[in-house]
């Protein structure tokens, strides 16, 4: 497996995504907007992010300007080869899949997501072998 990005909502973007680059020195690697679904999304790390490290995904729902604390944490990401495999070796290992594999809703990244014993969601997105996709084979 790969740690590829833990996900943070914000309720401004521009103001965490200045604290990610200004204060802690990482690099704003990729941004993109989803009108579709009201979010913005902005992926941020250091020596220019995957796959050499993992990085942090920032999320703003639009029109959501805070969080509980509670409710910040969004969800830890590994890159597998196959989210549809992986998902049946989890379910076949008495795992608790919470979104089976498809694509991603404005997109076509396949991903899925289980929890983990403590409630913990992990995302599996699926990717191409040599891109961060070798666990969960």
Request: proline letters at 3%; aromatic letters at 8%; zero cysteines.
């Given at each position: 497996?790969?740690?590829?990005?833990?996900?943070?909502?914000?309720?401004?973007?521009?103001?965490?995504?200045d604290f990610y680059t200004q204060v802690l020195g990482m690099q704003l690697l990729r941004q993109s907007e989803n009108p579709?679904?009201?979010y913005s999304l902005a992926f941020l790390g250091f020596?220019?992010?995957?796959?050499?490290?993992?990085?942090?995904?920032?999320?703003?729902?639009w029109g959501t300007e805070s969080y509980d604390m509670g409710t910040a944490y969004g969800h830890i990401a590994l890159g597998v080869p196959d989210a549809y495999a992986a998902c049946e070796k989890i379910k076949a290992s008495g795992g608790n899949v919470t979104r089976e594999a498809g694509p991603v809703k404005g997109g076509t990244t396949v991903i899925a997501f289980v929890t983990d014993p403590d409630g913990y969601k992990i995302e599996l997105i699926q990717r191409a072998e040599g891109t961060g996709g070798q666990g969960l084979r």
């Open positions: 497996m790969k740690f590829l990005h833990t996900m943070l909502r914000v309720g401004n973007l521009q103001r965490s995504i579709e679904y009201k020596d220019g992010g995957n796959p050499g490290q993992a990085e942090i995904e920032l999320t703003y729902n």
